[in-house]
């Protein structure tokens, strides 16, 4: 199994976000946001362009300082320990930066190792199979890969690190139907072993795939936050139609 | 291995797949190893050629017949600046202040009043040195190898991910400081090796070949910081790579070749031709030797027969044109001696001025130090033309003295058949006569005139350093 085993402490909820405020200049991005996110969960941040969603992420990474408000992560606020806050988070961004002078094997490797965790050839290779990543493609440069292909290679190494946190923004946007599919239970194995997951995202229908949580933010808030009830989990036409969110592929 | 360790290892790994990063790494590699070979195999050739002349005008000199001395100060000899062998480093200005002189009585010839400042960078362009290929040439490689280092992550957004993984900004900036340093130091070591295979010369000295390798390796680790520091304040590699290109052409190019003409403008020299035309006035105001009724040299005659007790030249015990020759020699090196200072106070403060732009341009400073510790700047070449003309008046002064001890006067102005050889001296007097040897300073002598821009290299590295720090707290935040 290549996802590790082992998570940092008993925390029981390693994020935790209170009252949260966060302004550009005059323009209110997030006002009074609170949310929390339990070790072994995941929890879907859904909302329109501009409601916060990626602005938490970056607040959560210690990128962006919080106007006022609490916000820790497994105990540790990212404004004045981001380092330490960040050795805890793997996070998967929306559009995917990795190193096109190298392999993804080579990629893997590297930022494993900066992040204290390295990890074998074989242990990565895994990995980016489980990804979707074609064998073919562990030893070619990042050059000529597509978005999704980086996008696969990112999942294995965020899925590699030995982490209580993993943050996605927009996780599945690069990924084909059957990648998608793959990712999500990829996920749920992650969430198995106690990790607490973070994951922005448009997409109502995948979300309530997999979230134990959905967390609806309008003008920098959480508006409601809905559990999944029960084998049948969420009723997405009900929560579409109850919060008008979330429509592309339930739309199409 | 510790982060700093692993971003220096891929940065080093990326620009090992940079082909166009190899050949030219290669090629200054290439290049100084060229400049190191030929500029020492120059050097020598100069050496033995300047030892093989002296050796020839000394041998011309002491072959001279038994003859009158006077015609003997005519004659005069060639004297030679040796080239010591940190020359084989940096030339310095040895190139263009001429290093031979013509040494004969009554005036001082040659370089003293040539316009040896006034050539710049530009004359250098033509020489490959390994002080050049460091000076001018290693920069700009280390600005195609890292302009990218940290520009690069920002904007491609790769800077986030590195700081995702934990490492700092600190570790982030101190591991691109690495692998550029690595280059840097692979860049500067085949020169560096030349100046160690210099130090088996004999000559060569253990001083101011520390303050040149320390000049360098802070010059180089000064282009690392500041190739770093521009990456780190802008968004795209490609506006680091013309900003960095700018700073060189101002730094490297453009002001060592300006700052000259700036002194220059400041402190006008007298050309030669105007400072001859200047010592030929007054030496026809300063008094006539042969002119009975010259008031300086009637007082001078009257002095003379006073001290001895006389009433007329032909009674006293000495020759009186001997003793006129000392006392003219005397007054017209005083006149040549208060030119040759004026020109070299004006030359001193232009280098002053020059000198003072190193805070502007660090390359004008490294220059400055490494032609100082070399030796060949233009204070070793005011050394030699002092050396030369304490040679050349006491040269003179001892074959007057000759004339006045050992050549009667009666017999220095008679015209009978048998007068020429009563007037002549014994070769053996020119042949006991002590050979020019020019006295190098010592290497501490050396290493102290250094010291100014050595200060003003590392000053400059400091700064940088300080303003990298502030810039790298920017790192990641946009």
Redesign the interface.
Known sequence: MFIAEDLTGPMTEPILIDDLTFAYDTHDVLNGLSLRVPAGSITALLGGNGAGKSTTLSTL?G?TRARSGRVEVCGMDPATD???V??R?A?L?E?V???E??TAVENAD???????ERQGHDAITAALAAAGLQDQAWHQRLGGFSKGMRQKVAIAVALLRRVPVLLLDEPTSGLDPRATADFSQLLLQVRERGTAILMVTHDLLSAADIADRIAFLEAGRVAHEVRADGPERFDVRALHARFQLGGDRLAA | ?S?VG??AR?EI??MT??RVAIIAFVLVVLLTLVAVASSWAHQREIAELRARQAEAAETAFKAQPDRHPHRVVHYGTFIFRPLGPLAAFDPGVDAFTGNSMFLEGHRQNSANFGDVRQSSLLVRFGQLTPAFVLQVVAPLLLIFLGYGALARETE???V?????????RGQIVRGKLLALGAAALLAGLPAMIGLAAISGQPGALAWPMLAIALGYAGYLALWTVLILLVSASVRRSRDALLALVAVWAVAVVLLPRVAPDLASAAVPLTNRLQTEVAVARDLRTMGDSHNPDDPHFAQFKRALLARYGVAKVEDLPINYKGAVGIEGERLTSAVYGRYATANHVAQARQNALVDAMGLLSPTIALRSLSMAAAGTDLAGHQRFLEQAEAYRYALVQRLNRMQMEDVSYADDGATDAGADRRKRVSARKWQAMPDFRFIAPDGRTLAAAALPGLAIVFAWLAGALILLMVASRRL??R
């Open positions: 990474l990128f981001p380092d330490a960040r050795r988070i996070y961004p559009n930066a990795l190193y002078h190298l590297y930022l494993l190792a900066l992040s204290g | 291995m982060a692993l971003i891929d790994r990326l797949r940079n491609r957004g790769t986030r991910v590195l700081m995702l993984q934990g490492a700092g990641g935040a």
